[in-house]
């Protein structure tokens, strides 16, 4: 028997310092109830009195044996110290790399029951077994997943998560929180996802529980094909994602033009939206438009900065489009094709939109020539 016992926090305003997070996170936790109790995970140490309450009231007069380190990010790990005051007799199970970090982010900690694990270690429990399955780099190097064989059930670290607390009804469903989750954390990693793919083939999953978001128990299938379309960074989408940055408005209003003449399009402004969004949205689409100025002889900060963030995700097997606004050197083309030079599978179309300072005929005819092309892509 499994039971939830993790917790909502409403409390943090950036997730990792950086990622917005409105509908707040959850961090998830686990009791496998067997002969031996085996606690999957802790939680944040801002919601360390709510986590405890749910550990003893499931509880009730037994203790743990175990509890596993799937990951050692404070987000999950933080609270570890805490448990072990209740129950000091508990054995941590993690692997050589886990306890490396458990002494990092506890010095001054003696920690006496350790149980040191490797990849396909099976822990038995009585009537159920827990296989440990390394996934490293999936984020950290650390990470290991684990399939308990009675329940069918893959815990998965924070593969599969999504921002959003469990409290919240998302109306757009999994995948958008669960996409910009990917992409803004996992997204760097794909190899090592397909990697962890390969390993769990064999295993009759039927149930995934990851550390944030929802339990997963339906439509495996969805999730699975998701994560297996966005670690080999392949789109979603045959559109095109327009995003601009514009200083006085002739350039947001070229993006906007072209979003109205080219099919199956969205247009994102990158100061106004949340720039881990408008990553999502370049991965889901097949064809990305960037609109922006020439600034201090390269681009514009906020497009420079997008550009790295996708080229730190291994930003891949799309076509790129660039409009570029100069009053007198308009030189973002340029740029932008140089940085991208170094990424696997990137197209620079050779159609592009020279502004100089304000559209005009001429820009706007070559506006009506770039969308034609990528209405044929």
Same mark, same amino acid.
């Given at each position: 028997? %499994? ?8 409390? =943090? ?40 309450? $749910? ?10 044996? &175990?509890? %596993? ?46 149980? =040191? ?33 009675? *329940? ?36 760097? &990693? ?11 083939? $064999? &295993? @009759?999953?039927?149930?995934? &529980? ?15 094909? +998701? ?12 559109? =095109?994602?327009?995003?601009? =940055? ?11 033009? +072209?979003?109205?003449?080219?099919? #199956? ?14 990553? *999502? ?7 990305? %438009? +960037? ?13 420079? @900065?997008?550009? $790295? ?7 891949? $097997? ?23 030079? #170094? ?17 005009? @005929? ?16």
């Amino acid at each position: 028997m %499994v039971k939830y016992i993790g917790v909502n926090d409403r409390i =943090t305003k950036l997730f990792e310092g950086q990622f917005i997070i409105p509908e707040g996170i959850s961090y998830n936790s686990y009791i496998i109830f067997d002969e031996k109790i085996c606690i999957m995970d802790s939680v944040d140490i801002v919601k360390k009195d709510e986590w405890l309450d $749910n550990v003893k009231k499931e509880l009730k007069d037994k203790k743990p044996d &175990y509890l %596993v380190i799937s990951h050692m990010e404070p987000d999950h790990s933080s609270s570890i110290v805490e448990l072990l005051k209740l129950y000091p007799n508990v054995t941590l199970v993690g692997n050589a790399k886990t306890f490396v970090m458990l002494k990092q982010f506890f010095p001054g900690v003696s920690f006496n029951n350790l149980l =040191t694990v490797k990849d396909l270690d099976v822990l038995n429990l009585g009537k159920s077994n827990l296989t440990f399955i390394t996934a490293p780099m999936v984020h950290w190097p650390e990470v290991m997943v684990s399939y308990l064989d009675t *329940e069918h059930i893959l815990f998965s670290a924070d593969a599969f998560g999504k921002f959003g607390a469990l409290d919240f009804d998302d109306p757009e469903g999994w995948s958008c929180e669960a996409r910009r989750y990917y992409f803004g954390i996992v997204g760097k &990693y794909g190899a090592q996802v397909q990697a962890l793919f390969k390993k769990i083939a $064999n &295993y @009759d999953i039927k149930k995934i &529980y990851p550390l944030h978001g929802p339990l997963l128990e339906d439509n495996l299938s969805e999730y699975l094909s +998701l994560y297996d379309t966005w670690s080999k960074y392949e789109p979603e989408k045959n559109g =095109t994602v327009i995003l601009y =940055t514009s200083v006085y408005g002739n350039t947001a209003l070229a993006a906007k033009e +072209l979003g109205k003449l080219v099919k #199956d399009s969205e247009v994102m402004d990158l100061i106004d939206e949340d720039i881990y969004e408008c990553v *999502e949205s370049a991965f889901e689409y097949k064809n990305i %438009v +960037l609109a922006t100025t020439t600034y201090n002889g390269t681009i514009f900060p906020r497009m420079l @900065d997008f550009i $790295n963030l996708l080229k730190e995700r291994g930003f891949q $097997n799309r076509t790129i489009a660039v409009i570029e606004n100069g009053s007198w050197a308009p030189t973002c083309k340029k740029v932008i094709s140089g940085l991208f030079e #170094d990424s696997k599978n990137i197209t620079i179309l050779d159609e592009k939109v020279t502004i100089k300072s304000a559209l005009d @005929d001429n820009s706007r005819n070559e506006l009506k020539l770039l969308a034609n092309k990528l209405n044929t892509l």
